[in-house]
């Protein structure tokens, strides 16, 4: 079992059954249920037997129900009809209402369906969110207050990102009286809700297929006996003249095809089996992430989603985690994924920011067994000890893992570092922004360091340096901080040892008055110099700031060139371009910077550094690549325990210990090509695109990630490092 996939609520796989419904449909029923012949008549039997199906499986006996491509149009056919109807109320019966009420966690598809229509109709109402309580419900006091003045509300059946199921008998209580009309988004809950649309007087529900096992492009809508009614689609009156187009007879046979099978009640478990795989699965996370929460209470929820966050640990990071175990799931919604924006829904909720932002949902579908879940169950688990063995996990472990030289952390571009001797286990962070005290301080005593100083390369000025927190905890060689300069050095000291490596501290006022770098020296040999802001956009500091020395900043960049020299590798303190490693050749090569202007960026948009998976097999034959995977530890070890290591061997370097592998590779041997991997094709862009910025042109990111890495077999073994 290599995918175990938990993110029923995006999507789901279509059910055997409907698959071969599809596929029966094309080869030999592909008739046009609009013709009269006999092919025709199939079709249109089969179209017929499907809506009779939905029509059973919803409860209904009024009311039109027609297929569509899915929730989205259901959603602008029921908004348009709502709209038309109220310009109607409007401009013939002298009667408007003021508002258009959505409950405040609905699907992006309402409101922005409201906000569309409303201007094409030229309403000009006023939009509403229908607050929700910290349990996800809608506040019904609010709700009943609003009624009066509101011309269409609408309200989702079962929340996607939570799975909170809406009180719909208390909402069509409190819409009792009004005039409103009503739509009820049932995406979440068919399948899995008994829904009274006719007994709770609901106007307008969409559904759609690919939610329940059908597949993506199928829909359908019910609309109410006697609720307005416009076409979004016109033309050839099909769908007795609701929807106009060929049906989709493919979509529409596999729908029909899972209906039936939830109408049979097999492959599908019922809500007490549904309820005991996600208490399996609760408990399993609740093991593997100790004081993880859950961010809406699970007895009010589907049976099949859970939403939660874990202190300490980024979405993205627990997502590349689970990926790693081949477990999937997704962070917030589907749609703002891409985009890692704080989730609405949990926001909506008043849920604190840090549970918004790295929130992280687990949906299985009603047709899961057992096994899957005890399987998912064992992951998660596995999951939780990788974190812990990289001395990452919520808990520290207290395993002796070796620190790399050089470990970066970032937390909205500002990075700080970790700079350790394996040695000697003596380490000075360097920059330390609040949220990273701590994985840092969890991190030392995990890998048993002894923290020598904590450094910042300029005095922040308008808030406190986050040292002393970490400095409280931790073991240190130092006495009291007292004892140091605002920036951490300690007094009198010419240097820092940490085993072999010593640290120097360099003035270079310009950003602040007392912005330093800190070079660091292995032996005789320089090999990273942390350079704060010296070199970045920020170089010039903030106008009004009364820390910044501007007129500073030339002659501090002519002592850093003196001193050392145009490559070394310089680590800079906020990196959001994702830059990880500069010279300043590399910063001379795209802006005055030397000159004292700011740097001038293009460099990045003009060079693609991705690399197809047959790109990559026709690259083998000219040249022996080489494969870097860039996922962190943990990934590697959770891939392993699960089972889903890469079909082929590659180097490993983590993107957090990147740098100490870049003059490596600038030295390596010329015309050997550098193929980066990871998850998703993010990091190892931001790998290739460091080290084109470093003079390698054979610097490459396996496009689309590692789903996308040919297997073993199509991977020549000299592929392999
Ligand atoms: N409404 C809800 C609650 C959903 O979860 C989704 C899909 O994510 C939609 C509407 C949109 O459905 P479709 O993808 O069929 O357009």
Not at 341 to 366: E, I, N
Not at 650 to 673: Q, T
Request: glycine letters at 10%; one cysteine or more.
């Amino acid at each position: 079992m290599q995918e175990i996939y938990l993110d029923a609520n995006a999507t789901t796989p279509v059910l055997p059954q409907a698959q071969a419904a599809a596929l029966a449909v094309m080869a030999s029923a592909f008739g046009n249920p609009s013709s009269v012949h006999s092919s025709g008549l199939k079709a249109r039997a089969l179209l017929d037997q499907t809506r009779l199906t939905a029509r059973r499986v919803l409860g209904l006996n009024s009311g039109q129900l027609f297929f569509t491509s899915g929730a989205t149009e259901g959603i602008q056919t029921a908004v348009l009809s709502a709209l038309r109807e109220l310009r109607r109320r409007r401009d013939v019966e002298g009667r408007a209402p003021d508002s258009l009420l959505y409950g405040a966690t609905e699907h992006k598809a309402v409101p922005e369906a409201l906000k569309h229509w409303n201007a094409v109709l030229g309403l000009g109402l006023e939009i509403e969110a229908i607050p929700v309580g910290t349990d996800g419900r809608h506040d019904l006091a609010w709700l009943q207050e609003h009624a009066g003045h509101a011309g269409l509300v609408c309200t989702m059946a079962a929340n996607n990102e939570t799975g909170v199921i809406s009180d719909l008998d208390g909402i069509a209580a409190a819409l009792g009286g009004s005039t409103a009309l009503w739509l009820v988004d049932g995406v979440q809950a068919l399948g899995k809700l008994a829904l009274k649309l006719e007994a709770l007087g609901v106007d307008y529900a969409p559904f759609s297929g690919h939610k329940l096992y059908a597949p993506k492009g199928i829909g359908m809508l019910y609309v109410r006996d006697g609720a307005p009614f416009t076409s979004l689609i016109a033309g050839g009156g099909q769908e007795g003249f609701l929807r106009a187009g060929t049906e989709n007879m493919a979509g529409i046979v596999a729908l029909g095809a899972v209906l039936e099978s939830l109408d049979r009640g097999d492959h599908f478990a019922d809500r007490a089996t549904l309820a005991a795989y996600r208490s399996r699965l609760e408990a399993a996370l609740l093991d593997a992430f100790p004081g993880l929460v859950f961010n809406a209470p699970p007895e009010l929820c589907l049976p099949t989603t859970l939403n939660f966050s874990v202190p300490g640990l980024s979405a993205k990071l627990l997502l590349n985690l689970f990926d790693a175990a081949g477990v999937r799931v997704s962070g917030g919604s589907a749609c703002s994924a891409a985009e890692a924006l704080p989730s609405h829904v949990l926001q909506a909720m008043g849920l604190p920011d840090w549970q918004t932002k790295s929130a992280v949902r687990l949906s299985f579908g009603a047709a899961e067994d057992a096994a899957v879940i005890d399987e998912a169950c064992r992951r998660l688990r596995a999951c939780g000890e990788s974190l812990g063995a990289s001395c990452l996990g919520p808990v520290a472990l207290g395993h002796e893992a070796a620190p790399e030289l050089v470990t970066r952390f970032v937390v909205g571009g500002a990075c700080c570092y970790l700079v350790a001797d394996a040695v000697s286990r003596r380490c000075v962070v360097i920059d330390l922004v609040p949220e990273a005290i701590d994985p840092i301080a969890r991190w030392l005593k995990c890998c048993q360091l002894t923290l020598a100083a904590v450094l910042d390369t300029r005095g922040h000025g308008d808030y406190e340096s986050s040292a002393r927190a970490l400095l409280a905890g931790a073991t240190s060689a130092l006495r009291e901080t007292g004892d140091t300069y605002a920036i951490g050095w300690p007094e009198h000291a010419t240097h820092i040892e940490l085993g072999r490596f010593r640290l120097r501290a360099l003035p270079l006022p310009g950003h602040t008055v007392d912005a330093t770098a800190y070079l660091l020296h292995d032996g005789d040999a320089l090999q990273f110099v942390f350079v704060g802001d010296a070199v970045s956009p920020e170089a010039l500091g903030r106008r009004e700031s009364q820390q910044s020395e501007q007129r500073a900043c030339a002659g501090s960049l002519r002592k850093l060139a003196a001193i050392v020299g145009r490559h070394t590798l310089l680590l800079p303190g906020h990196d959001h371009d994702d830059y990880f490693a500069t010279t300043l050749a590399a910063e001379m090569a795209v802006g005055p910077l030397l000159a004292g202007g700011a740097r001038l960026e293009g460099w990045a948009a003009a060079e693609s550094v991705e690399l197809t998976a047959s790109a990559l097999a026709k690259l083998h034959s000219c040249a022996k690549p080489r494969l870097v995977d860039v996922r962190e530890r943990y990934e590697r070890h959770a891939s392993a325990v699960a089972g889903t290591t890469l079909g082929v061997e590659a180097e490993a370097v983590p993107l957090s210990v990147f740098v100490n592998s870049v003059s490596r590779w600038c030295a390596g041997p010329a015309g050997v090509p550098l193929v980066f991997v990871c998850r998703s094709g993010n990091r190892s862009a931001q790998a290739a695109r460091t080290l084109r910025r470093l003079g390698i042109p054979e610097a490459w990111s396996l496009a689309g990630g590692l789903a996308n890495l040919p297997a073993d077999d199509a991977v020549p073994a000299a592929v392999l490092p």
